[in-house]
């Protein structure tokens, strides 16, 4: 029994060795063939040992076939691998010892197999070429290009495959199969929208000329002449009362300058006004004459024009209105006349009235009544609020005269206003006047007018701030000029009336607090600063209070 095992022990040490060398000697096989060392192989098939040469081969053609991307097997009429490059195991994720001698048919899946039994038989008669699915290690399927052409080797004919992965084309081919898609829905959805916003856009055309249509009807039914003009100020559009007006035609009107339209007279601050608007964005407006096309005359209109601006804030046009104010003016200028008139005649009785008070209020002879002297008091007061009246009156009518003449002289206007200041503090004894205006500051100036205009921003100070009697008078130099300004925290004003506060007969009135007055004391104020060179304005915040100034020359 222990011979029988020794015998067998011996036997399978034999037969392990003998396996060990055939092994050895494929590997070696293997490797030749590769490096080019040998040009032909043995294969054990059922009819022995067949013995295949490369009819062909060299070093160099092997070396490229080892070194090329694609995989290369070469077949015998049996479908058996007789050679494969690296690259070919490597697709299938198989050593290549384990590749070579296999049947080829091991690597095709079921879903491709009718196809390549197909492809191989014609391939043996002709060279072809196919797309093909080929399954590798795990089961995986790789999509290739299989080339197929007969190779001549001393043994006969074999077949040759040339085996091009296409996994990375393919998944390109998917992608920009996906990217298609997506492309085709987004043409689609910009089609979508493309069409809708066709729609939005008939519509809003339909829309914009029914607006249009409408601007026209009113500009043409309007008694007013209108026009609108482009951002640069070249106009675009006149209504029909314009052209009725002047008598031009659409060729003319966009060609004829102002001048030939304007008085000539007013034509210099019409074009300065409007320059200055086109400019700064602010509202134009300006009076003139404008020449009736009919008969030659020349009539006052009004003219103003606003900016139209877009979302972004730029000015996209802008719209403007010529109206007639002849008759306005005519009957202001009676007005004026009556108002001249009506002060003058006033004026005489006035004197005297205060004249009789004044001999009632110094009369000796006899103790008057203290009832009596309060009368003549109040008496004395309410005159000098007439007597102001009946002087603004009068220097209205002067200033529409063009009669508001004054003589000039050198001023120091930090004395001037320490003394406006204290006169004020005797008529305003509820006030906290904060003078501030200690810098020695000379100007050519009127010392009675310039008392005028700060003794009216003073009275409009207490006037307008019920509650905080604090008022702020200061000066400040600024560049060749010197503001002069007084501040106080009353009712305060708001746009609108900031833009014509110091029109003649305008007054501020809110609801919560009315004040008296005509309304000409900023207006005769704004005309005495005009006449000194200087400029007049006003800051203001409502609920927080105001402040007006006037700036004068320094000498």
Not at 154 to 163: K, P
Not at 266 to 276: F, H, N, S, W
Not at 334 to 347: C, Q
Not at 434 to 461: K, T
């Amino acid at each position: 029994m222990e011979q029988e095992k020794d015998t067998y022990y011996k036997d399978l040490l034999s037969e392990n060795e003998e396996l060990r060398m055939q092994l050895e000697e494929a590997n070696d096989t293997i490797h030749a063939i590769r490096t080019g060392q040998v040009d032909a192989f043995v294969v054990e098939s059922d009819g022995g040992h067949q013995l295949y040469t490369l009819k062909t081969a060299d070093q160099t053609y092997r070396v490229f076939i080892e070194k090329m991307n694609e995989g290369a097997v070469t077949l015998n009429r049996d479908g058996l691998i007789l050679y494969s490059n690296s690259r070919f195991a490597s697709m299938m994720g198989m050593p290549l010892e384990k590749v070579l001698g296999l049947s080829f048919d091991k690597f095709i899946p079921k879903l491709s197999r009718k196809k390549f039994n197909k492809l191989i038989a014609n391939s043996w008669e002709e060279d072809c070429k196919e797309e093909i699915i080929l399954q590798g290690k795990n089961d995986s399927l790789i999509p290739c290009l299989l080339s197929c052409n007969t190779l001549e080797m001393d043994e006969g004919i074999a077949l040759s495959l040339i085996l091009t992965d296409l996994t990375i084309l393919k998944e390109a081919e998917q992608q920009l199969k996906q990217k298609n898609e997506e492309l085709q829905a987004a043409q689609n959805a910009t089609k979508k929208l493309n069409d809708k916003l066709e729609d939005t856009v008939r519509e809003r055309k339909s829309e914009l000329f029914i607006s249009r249509e409408h601007f026209r009807l009113l500009a043409n039914n309007i008694p007013q002449m209108t026009w609108t003009s482009l951002p640069d100020g070249e106009a675009n559009f006149y209504n029909q009362q314009w052209y009725d007006y002047t008598r031009l035609g659409n060729f003319q009107t966009k060609e004829l300058a102002l001048k030939e339209i304007v008085h000539p007279d007013d034509l210099a601050i019409t074009m300065e006004k409007y320059k200055a608007a086109l400019a700064s964005g602010n509202v134009f407006e300006v009076e003139n004459h404008y020449r009736n096309g009919a008969d030659g005359s020349y009539r006052w209109h009004l003219n103003r024009a606003i900016p139209l601006h877009n979302d972004d804030g730029k000015i996209i046009l802008w719209v403007g209105t010529a109206t007639d104010i002849e008759d306005q003016r005519k009957a202001m200028e009676k007005k004026d006349e009556f108002i001249g008139i009506a002060s003058h005649e006033l004026k005489t009785p006035l004197t005297s009235l205060k004249g009789y008070l004044q001999l009632l209020a110094s009369y000796k002879k006899d103790e008057l009544p203290p009832s009596i002297k309060t009368y003549v008091e109040k008496a004395n007061s309410s005159m000098n609020k007439l007597q102001r009246l009946v002087n603004d009156l009068l220097d209205v009518s002067k200033i529409q005269a063009g009669r508001l003449e004054y003589k000039l002289g050198k001023i120091n206007l930090a004395l001037l206003i320490a003394s406006w200041v204290e006169n004020a503090e005797h008529i305003y004894p509820n006030s906290n006047f904060h003078n501030q205006a200690n810098d020695d500051f000379w100007i050519d100036g009127n010392a009675e007018r310039l008392e005028q205009v700060l003794m009216n921003l003073i009275n409009n100070a207490v006037k307008y701030s019920p509650d905080n009697k604090n008022i702020i008078i200061k000066t400040l130099r600024q560049g060749d000029k010197v503001r002069v300004s007084v501040t106080d925290f009353g009712i305060g004003l708001s746009g609108e009336q900031i833009e014509r506060i110091f029109e003649r007969f305008y007054r501020v009135e809110d609801k919560k607090f009315m004040a008296g007055g005509l309304g000409m004391g900023l207006y005769i104020s704004a005309e005495i600063i005009n006449a000194h060179n200087g400029k007049i304005g006003v800051e203001s915040t409502p609920g927080k209070g105001s402040t007006f100034y006037f700036d004068l020359p320094l000498i």
